[in-house]
């Protein structure tokens, strides 16, 4: 028994994560399977049940948890009115229009991908599947393409609180990982074409649609409120990370509203479905799981504190370091901010005593493409488990078909922080 509570930190938290894939195989439960995972980490890590409750409570009755869980019930209200309004078929047959079908999937969610919107990929899951009417693409494909492309972005898009905090702990400027993190994110796209989108059969556009500017309206509205609020009203973020996303989709909300009015027997069933309800206790079970990683040990130290010393003494070298302690803190906490925030303080540090800017800037890329793929790979990546929960699909089948671009991103980090060198 010993022996099992005095295992390497690394093995507490991995362990925990099989855990989660292999009960949510068994019961088909993902809340289950967090949830489980969530207590074999904790009582592991050293927690009794007065703390794990603590902790819990802790973090769900936290004013950004609040706020979060606001958000993604709003995502889902916006999205279903977008539905019951035919705003979304508009949408879609608007792209289509212009675009080939296969251009359409891909576009559709990143441009759902702007909004640093949690849960996004929840947004944007009606959309590539209303591009397949027919019903003829694998549901597994389709979870792929949306979950992909959603995410394509967040190498260096500035709305993004995952970029604003790798740049303040690198120690750079904003434009230096704009520079860098824009050929990532070509790359990512490249190898969301390459491995996903070819497997899309070829359709000829339907040009007879014209594009319908107004149906793209509610997502520019939730975009320029954010923007707006973040940056000319900065307070608004201090308050919660989530506040300026969460007026901008009340606006986007009320605009639709006032231009296609929806009864209340219909607002009814937007707002009191079953289905939407399990999406938040889901999320919430995952805020849960985060909480263990982020909360101090009974003996005052941190559990990824612990895997950092862990990686230092195995005697890895630091290029694979820099690498490996992001991944395994997008890994395991499934957000940007968690993965930054627990990764970016120890890489910086391995760029040097004195390092120059191309140093920083050079680990910051490097360490946020693989810390973005971890969160990719992450079996508590909220995008992840809404976007199989739609499609009623696999978590382990999704994440079979990602690695092609996930190595893509992998190379592609790395060629930018050797390039970065050089300059």
Known sequence: MQLLLSAPAII??????????????????????????????????????????????????????????????????????????GVLNSLVESFQSGVSNRASLALLPALVGLLPMPGGALF??????????????????????????????EYWWPLYAGVLLAVDLAGIQLWHLIAAGVPVTL???????LFLLRKVPRKERDGRTRFDVSSLV???????VYAALAILVPAVREVSTFLPIAVGIIVAIIYLQLQRPLPWKVWAKILFSRKTAGLVVLVAIIRIYGAFLEAPLPDGQYIVEQMRVELEQSGVPILPLVMIIPFIAGLTTGIALGMVGAS?????QLAGTDPTTAALVSTAI???????????????HVCLLVTNK????????SLRGLWGPCLFVLAGGFIMSRIVLLL
């Open 390 to 397: 739609y499609f009623s699909t696999s978590i382990l089948q």
């Open 187 to 193: 790359i990512s796209a490249f190898g969301g074409w």
């Open 124 to 153: 944007s899951a009606p959309l590539v599947d209303q591009c397949d009417k027919d019903g003829n693409l694998d549901s597994l494909l389709k979870v792929r393409i949306n979950y992909w492309f959603r995410h394509i972005w």
């Open 12 to 85: 507490k938290v991995l362990a925990s994560l099989a855990l989660i894939l292999l009960v949510s195989r068994l019961t088909r439960s993902v809340s289950l399977a967090i949830l489980a995972g969530s207590v074999v980490l904790a009582f592991w890590a050293g927690h009794n049940a007065l703390g794990f409750l603590r902790i819990s409570w802790e973090r769900l009755s936290g004013l950004d948890n609040i706020l979060l869980l606001v958000v993604i019930l709003m995502v889902i209200w916006l999205s279903d009115q977008m539905s019951q309004t």
């Open 366 to 380: 490097l360490g946020y493409a693989a810390g973005h793929v971890g969160q990719l790979v992450s079996p508590v």
């Open 344 to 348: 970016f303080p120890i890489i910086i």
């Open 218 to 224: 509610p997502v520019m509205l939730v975009i320029v």
